[in-house]
C-alpha cells in the first residue's frame, strides 16, 4: 500500500503539489486525473523518487522512502514517450530491468515469455522498435515493467500518443493486466474517459491540490464541486443560472428566462431554508430526453425546446438548445431529432440535476 502525508513540491517559487494527503491500499488501480499543471505527474515522479520531496512523507508498504534512490523503492514505471532502447530486439528491451538485478537467465526467460504472451507481442520478439507500431512499443514498454513483479507500477499517460483505436484496445489490456496480477497501479491521465473507464478510485487533483476523490460513479453522481461536476461527463455538465423560490408553495430553480424547473420532493425538505438565493443549476446531456407522452414521473420536467444545432454521432445524437438564455446540450435517441430548427418536447430530469452555490462552487444539493 502507498501511504502519503502533508506532501509539497516546489520548483523554485512555483508550489506545485500543495500539502497532498493520500492513502492508495494494496492491489488498488488509482488513477490521477486533472487539467495540464494540476501537479498529477510531478506527484507521480515524486512518488517514484525521480522528484525528491520538500517536506512530507511518503510511504510504501510502511516504510518511508523519501531518502531512497528511484531503484530502491522496488517501482516500475511506464512512461509517456515508451523509452525503449533502439539498438536492442523487443526480447532484451523486456529483460533489460531483470539482467540489471541479476536475475537467472532461465528465470528471465520464463517471466519475458509470460509477459509478452500477456500482452499479445510474442511474435515481436526479435524485432527492433523501429520495426514496431506504437501500440506494440507501448505494449513491450508496459512488459518490461509487469516481468518486474515490483511492488508498485506507476503509468504516467502512457496512451497519449497513441490514436483512438488504439486507446481503447490498450485500456481494456491494462485493466484486464491489472485483474491478472492483483498490484497496486496508479495511472496518471488528463483524459476524463481514461479514468472512468479504468480507476477503482479516481483522485481529482487542481492546482495541487486533491479537489476529490472516490470510486468513478460517485464523482460522477456526487460532485462535492463544479469543477468536479464539469470535469467528469462528456459532453459536459450543462450550468446555468437561477434562482431558488418557493413561489407558489412548491420549491423551484427559476431561471433567467422565466422558465421554472420544480424540484422532486425528496429534495424541497433539504433545500427549503434556502430559498430566495441564487444557484447555479447543472444537468448532465444525458438527464435531458425527449418528452413522450403519459410520463409523468416526480422530478421530470417538460420544457418545449428550439433546437439550435443538432450532432449526430450514431445511437446517439447531440441537441444544442437555449435553456435559461444559455446553450445547453440533450444526449437524444439517433431518431429524437433530424434537424436544427425543429421544436421539440424536452423532459429534464431534476432528480438528477445538483444544485451549486454561485460563490464558493461547491455542491449543494
Do not use: W
Not at 94 to 121: C, N, S, Y
Request: net charge negative; proline share 4%.
Amino acid at each position: 500500500d502507498l501511504r502519503i502525508r502533508n506532501l509539497h513540491k516546489y520548483y523554485g517559487d512555483l508550489h506545485v503539489v500543495k500539502g497532498i494527503d493520500l492513502d492508495i491500499p494494496e492491489g488498488e488501480f488509482t488513477v490521477l486525473v486533472g487539467q495540464s499543471g494540476c501537479g498529477k505527474s510531478t506527484l507521480l515522479r515524486t512518488i517514484a523518487g525521480l522528484e525528491l520531496a520538500d517536506s512530507g512523507t511518503i510511504e510504501i508498504g510502511c516504510e518511508v522512502v523519501n531518502d531512497q534512490a528511484p531503484r530502491d523503492r522496488d517501482i516500475a514505471m511506464v512512461f509517456q514517450n515508451y523509452a525503449l532502447y533502439p539498438y536492442m530486439k523487443v526480447y532484451d528491451n523486456i529483460a533489460f530491468g531483470l539482467r540489471a538485478r541479476r536475475t537467472p537467465a532461465a528465470e528471465i526467460d520464463v517471466k519475458v515469455r509470460r509477459a509478452a504472451d500477456m500482452l499479445a507481442i510474442g511474435h515481436l520478439l526479435d524485432r527492433y522498435p523501429r520495426q514496431l507500431s506504437g501500440g506494440q512499443q507501448q505494449r513491450v514498454a508496459i512488459g518490461r515493467a509487469v516481468v518486474r513483479n515490483a511492488r508498485l507500477y506507476l503509468f504516467d499517460e502512457p496512451l497519449s500518443n497513441l490514436d483512438a483505436q488504439l486507446r481503447d484496445e490498450m485500456r481494456g489490456e491494462i485493466k484486464r493486466l491489472h485483474q491478472e496480477l492483483g498490484k497496486t497501479m496508479i495511472y496518471v491521465t488528463h483524459d476524463q474517459i481514461e479514468a472512468m473507464t479504468m480507476a477503482d478510485r479516481i483522485v481529482l487533483l487542481r492546482e495541487g491540490r486533491i479537489e476529490q476523490q472516490g470510486s468513478p460513479l460517485d464523482l460522477y453522481e456526487r460532485p462535492a464541486t463544479r469543477y468536479v461536476a464539469g470535469f467528469l461527463g462528456s459532453p459536459s455538465m450543462n450550468f446555468i443560472d437561477g434562482l431558488l423560490d418557493n413561489g407558489g408553495g412548491r420549491l423551484h430553480v427559476r431561471l433567467a428566462d422565466g422558465t421554472e424547473l420544480p424540484l422532486p420532493a425528496s429534495r424541497r425538505n433539504r433545500l427549503a431554508a434556502q430559498s430566495g438565493q441564487p444557484v447555479v443549476l447543472g444537468v448532465r446531456p444525458e438527464h435531458v430526453s425527449r418528452a413522450t407522452a403519459g410520463d409523468d414521473r416526480e422530478g421530470l420536467v417538460r420544457i418545449d425546446a428550439h433546437i439550435d444545432l443538432v450532432q449526430p454521432t450514431g445511437a446517439r445524437t447531440y441537441a444544442t438548445f437555449k435553456l435559461g438564455n444559455v446553450e445547453a446540450v440533450a444526449e437524444l435517441l439517433a431518431h429524437d431529432v433530424s434537424q436544427a430548427g425543429e421544436r421539440i418536447p424536452l423532459a429534464i430530469d431534476m432528480n438528477r440535476s445538483v444544485l451549486i452555490d454561485p460563490g464558493s462552487h461547491a455542491v449543494i444539493g
